[in-house]
Structure formats: C-alpha cells, structure tokens
C-alpha cells in the first residue's frame, strides 16, 4: 500500500516544522509519497488555505490523503477532523479550513479525532501538525480505517465568502491572488452561467471596469486588464504579461460586480482540442 | 535498501544547486528518499542552520542519513565529516554545523570524509554540497560503511549559545526566529527545571518582562506576550496570534533572562492526552 | 519502470498550480519520481529558467524527464514540444526556454505536441502546465515513445546572450545573480580558454576591475570581489563572504569584459582530488 499524502500549511519554508511532520510519517508509514502543495498560505488564514485546497484537491488520484494544517486557533478549544469523501481523506483541524470541500462533497463523513493510540506518544500544546494530524494520516496511508480514530461529527463550515445577486448584477469578492498577480474571485463558472447563458458580461472590481469575459490572457494586448474563468473555474482578472493585482490595487476581500451585456458571446472558455497537424492553439 | 536522505542547507530555493544535488544522489542511489528539511538557512549562518537540525533530527526513523551544508569557509582548510550515531548518520563540512548533535550523542563517531573514491569525478572548488557531500550521503544509502569513507577525527564543537546562572538568575539569548515569529531561546526544559521544579519563573527579554510561562499560546488574550516551552523543548516567546518578534522587537542574539518567583506553578507544558469521547484539547 | 521527472517553472511556491501539476502526473504514472529544480523563475522570464536548465540538467542519471514550464507567450501561437536526446527527455512549451539544451545537444530531436490522447481531457486555455506539459511528461515516464506525441519539428532557439570579441577582448554579459549573490556571466570555460589558455586574464564588470581570476572564493580577504569559474562552468564575479550583486551593483543584462595579461596563470580552477591521509581541500 503507497498511498500519496499531500502537505498544505501555513508553517512557512524556513524552520524545521515541515521536516519534523514528514519524519513522523515516514516512521509511521514508510511508504508514503508525501507531495507539498503549499507551506505558504499567509499564516493563520483559514480561508485562503481552504480556498486553494479547494482548487487543488481533485487534481490527485483517487485513494490520496489531503494533511491541512492551518491552526491559528490558539487555546481554543477545536477538536481535529478526519473526513472521508468517495475519493480521498482530508486531515487537520475543525476550523472551517475544509469548508469548500464539503460543500463540494455531499457524501462526506466527518469524524472527531479522539482515539490517541494513533497520535505521537507525546503530544505537546503547540505543534498538533506534528503530534496528532501527522500521525493520523500516517496511519490512514497504511490502511487504517477512518472509524478508529474517533465518532463522527457535524464539521464547522464557515460562511466567509458569499455571492449575492441583485436583479441581473451578482455581488461577489476578490477571495486570492496568485504569485502572477491574478487576481482570483468566488465568482464561480457556473454562477456566471445561471445569470446569462450565452451573454456578454460587464464585469467592475472596485468600481473600475474591466470589460467581458476573454478565453485567453492573449486577447487583450500586453498591459491591459482582462477577465477570464481561471483554470480552476473561478472568474479571475487578469493583466496580460502584467501582474492585476498591483497595476489595479486588487486585494482579497476587494467587490466585484458582475452585470449583463445584451450581446451574445459564448461564455465558456475552456479551449476544444486542436485536432489534425496543422492545429495551434492558445496558452 | 530505500534509506531516507534528508537535506538542510543555505542554498536558497530559486537556483539550481539543489537540482544538482540530488541528480547526484539519484545517480549514485536511486532508492533514496529525499526530504528535504529547509534550504532557506540565512545564508552562511552555520549556528541557526545547527540549530535547525538539531530540533528536526530526531523525529526520522532510525537509519536516516541527515545531509546538511552550511559551508562559508570559503578558502579556509576545512574538512569534510561524517558522524555516525546509534540512529543516524550526517554529512556535512566540519566547521560547527553538528555542534548540537554532538553534545546531544555521547555514542557518536566522527570520520574524516577522504576516501575520494566515493566523491564526484571532477571536484570543483566551489560546489562541495554536489561534489563530495551528495555523493557520500548517496553511497551511504546505497549501504558503503562510514568507516571506508575516512579515518576517525575529533570534530569541531563550537561554543556559540551560553546560558550562565548567577544566583537564582538565568541568562541565555535568543537562538532563533521562526516563520510565525515566534523568538526561540537556547534555555530548555531541562535547565529550567534545574532552576526550578514546580516554581513559578519569571522571564525577561532585552529588559522587558513577558511574566511567567504559558502552557498554551491562547492562555493569553490575542496580541499578548507569553512565555512558552516550544515543541522543539526550548523556551520561545510568543505573541498569542501574533508575531512576537516583531512586536517585542527582539531577534537572534538579545539576552534573555530566567528568575524565579516564589510560587508554585506546573513547569511542564506538555499535554496530557484526552482520553473519552468528551475530551477537547488546545492547540 | 521508475522514471524520474523534475520539475522548472516559474509558478511560485504559495499557490495550488505546482500540486496540481504534481497530482495529475501520479494519476498517469503512480511511480514516477518527481524533484523540484526551482518554481522560483522570475515569472515569465524564459531566459533565466533556461539558464538554470542547462546548468543542472546533466546532473541527472540517463532516462530523466525534464518539465519546465516558463510561458508568458499569452495568446500568442506557440506550441508544445517534446525534446529527446541520447541520455533525456524534456517538455515544455516552444519558444527559447530549450536554447541552451539544444545548442548544447546535438543530437536533440524535437518534436512538437499534437496528439491529444496523451493530454488531459479538458484542455483551459490559462494552464497548459496542467493541462498538456504535465500528462505528457507522466505519459513518457510511463514508457510511451515519444514518436507518438507529435511530428517532428524544428524548435525554436532563442539568441539572448552573445559573446563578441574584439581583438584580444571577451565581451559578454551577466546571466543570472544566483542566491548567495554570485553574479553568472556567458562566458564559459572554453571561450576563456580559447582566449588565453593559461594566460592570466584582467575582469571588468560594468566598468569596475575585478582583477584576475581565482580558483577558490578564499583567495581574497572576506569582503573582496574576486572572478571564479564557478561549478556551472561559467565565468562568475563572487565576493568572499558577501553579496557581490549588492556590494558591486550588478544585474542581469549588465556587460562583462574580459582582456589578457601577459603573466601566465593556470586557468582552470577544478580541484584535483586531495590524496591520501593528510589531503585538505579547500572550498
């Protein structure tokens, strides 16, 4: 059994922590496939961490383990999840940083990390990455069922980030930027569908307009500001060759609006294949 | 034989050095399991690189060879080293990095590294860490004993991190500042408890007083100074959800100072684990 | 079959899109070994994450898979390309970032990215890493040739850096400052050689003397600027103990010049391995 765990934190590249967590693995589970996604989600943020797990997770085939650890929640007392899906565990603490995912999965099922047989023999008051989500997911890679290590639970979902619509203009926010500058909205594809199939948008972030929907960076000449559905489905503005988020003083938590346009235009911009030798296609 | 590699070095991340590196080892060894630990040493800081280690060593299993190249001793006549423990084995110039493993492995045995049959065939003159480093942890993981790689040699043990005791007084310095700026000490749990058993210990960093010691960072109220024992066993200001380096103003070197008060108070922070289905715990 | 993969990009650490990459390979290939070079190109700069490319590739054991993904061509009409030489693969997309291996390579056969079989089923238009680059490598660790990916082609190669001389002087230019501060220059070994073999030879950059050249970063008190052959084989402007790019004000782009003096001096810099019990080496 090889089963793939995958590493998303907020302890940052720098210290030891990250090297601890993957030596108690591998002592638990030798055959592990450990693959980072990230360590630099902005300490203690619960959302961003949750938002790219969200973007990342279905990428991995299925049977992986998803380790999440983002903890700002010091002394309080919040228990740590172990959540089964069809096809993969998630792994970390109950703080809403699964929120996106088990809105995206109706058939998970939650339970409280609570049997310390599976936990780091001592387990100190700080580092819970290290002595309790660590190990269980060890020991989920080599085989042990979700059903020994606690009861099932009601998990926390947050509500951080909402869209709300208003006659034809929907009201959403700016959720991440990336390392290009782009910046990332919850304005997701089918949202954008529900509102005008077929239509042309108008999309406004902070009050600054942006124009329609392109299918790719390319569309727009190098320097200007440009809307696209990203590559992980969420309505995204972009500065072709450019970095949005700076040339436009974007940040999380900034609004977008997004209104209707009476023209057609053809909404999804997922490119077909080219086909045949002679076929070229866009970045 | 799949021996796990571990790497901590000063190479930053955005080169190619440490491709190289483990190209090499790869060529030499293709079973070996490479973790890395951090790359992000400052750079020629062998005492916070030593340090790292130092906390990190332990939690991989027995049998892992722990490559670790802080070498600024450019031009100087250093040797290169491997020492031997119970559990482990390291690589690396000698030159101070292994200091604490040293004192922390009365069983240790130091080899010379001079045998150039398992170097790389060209040597540079400025690329040890791919040339003779990564090329002895890789022979090591592919099973070559220590003893045909050099003579035994007394290894270098630098003195850099004092604590003294004056009366009932404590004086140590701050080691290191972690990603979450949290400010690590060079006093651990057992000198405290030297100092102390069961006593209260007030605690000073560069004339400040931080109070007493914390066995959670959320015992005190968000964005207050605490005192804690870390989970790498060293005493660490912190700043419950903030960041104590910062907000103290305090970095690598500043003087910290132990006293004792006269009650009477648990020293040891670590957790008892939760035992029950009712059982909540604290980060 | 074990194949291994490493990984170029310039995507960043703090996002999703590395794990995404990652995650769909283990899909195609559960056993492919995948190293991370760097994800810390310069976004968009093709130039230097083909530097960095040609200096590492080599170091890698016969059959290793290359991926790297700089691609700022947003919207324009590149295609993808598979690369075989007689020891590697590489995949990426077409517009320079393969200049040096190619130049480097004779032997090289390219061939472009057509056959869309060995891509994911959905294709975006923003993340062709993910999309093609990505299944197509896994598809080659897992044993597919790469005569089925597309026909063959001529690849593009890029003409960034030039080396002229003038009478009995080099001029060249900087490449890349790596971490440490070292300022990379285009001028390789050869090219000093075929100057003035074992001629000592007078380093100008930007106008300031560097003097002659060095085999080890010690030759010069700590705080001077000395001219090396660095471990890549390129002419490179270091200072003992300090950040030469910083104390000399240099960057990429910036002009080195290079002249002949008349004492002679053994150009090449490579250590010869220190010998029996008493051998020292220097760094």
């Not at 782009?182 to 949202?191: E, H, P, Q, S, W």
Request: proline residues 6%.
């Amino acid at each position: 059994l090889s089963r793939i765990i995958t590493l998303l934190t907020d302890f940052g590249l720098e210290d030891g922590y990250l090297g601890s967590v993957k030596g108690i693995i591998l002592g638990i589970c030798p055959a592990a496939r450990m693959i980072d996604i990230t360590h630099l989600v902005p300490a203690q943020d619960i959302r961003a961490g949750g938002f790219i797990l969200h973007t990342v997770y279905r990428d991995f085939p299925a049977g992986a383990i998803h380790l999440a650890v983002v903890d700002p929640g010091v002394g309080t007392e919040r228990c740590g999840l172990v959540i089964q899906t069809p096809n993969y565990f998630f792994v970390g603490p109950d703080n809403g940083l699964f929120s996106w995912v088990l809105k995206n999965e109706p058939a998970a099922e939650a339970r409280m990390l609570e049997n310390g047989e599976f936990w780091r023999s001592t387990v100190s008051s700080t580092f819970h990455g290290r002595d309790v989500f660590a190990p269980v997911a060890a020991h989920l890679a080599a085989g042990i069922p979700a059903a020994l290590l606690g009861p099932p639970r009601i998990a926390h979902i947050a509500e951080w980030s909402t869209v709300s619509r208003h006659g034809s203009t929907l009201k959403g926010e700016v959720l991440h930027v990336d390392h290009f500058g782009n910046v990332i909205t919850n304005l997701d594809r089918k949202t954008l569908n529900d509102l005008a199939p077929n239509r042309r948008l108008v999309i406004h972030a902070e009050g600054r307009a942006i124009g329609g929907l392109r299918s790719t960076y390319g569309s727009e000449p190098p320097g200007a500001a440009l809307a696209i559905i990203g590559s992980h489905g969420f309505l995204e503005i972009a500065v072709n060759r450019g970095n949005a988020a700076r040339v436009l003083n974007l940040r999380a938590g900034d609004t977008v609006l997004v209104g209707v346009s009476s023209e057609i235009s053809p909404l999804d911009p997922t490119c077909t294949k080219p086909t045949g030798p002679t076929a070229q296609w866009k970045r």
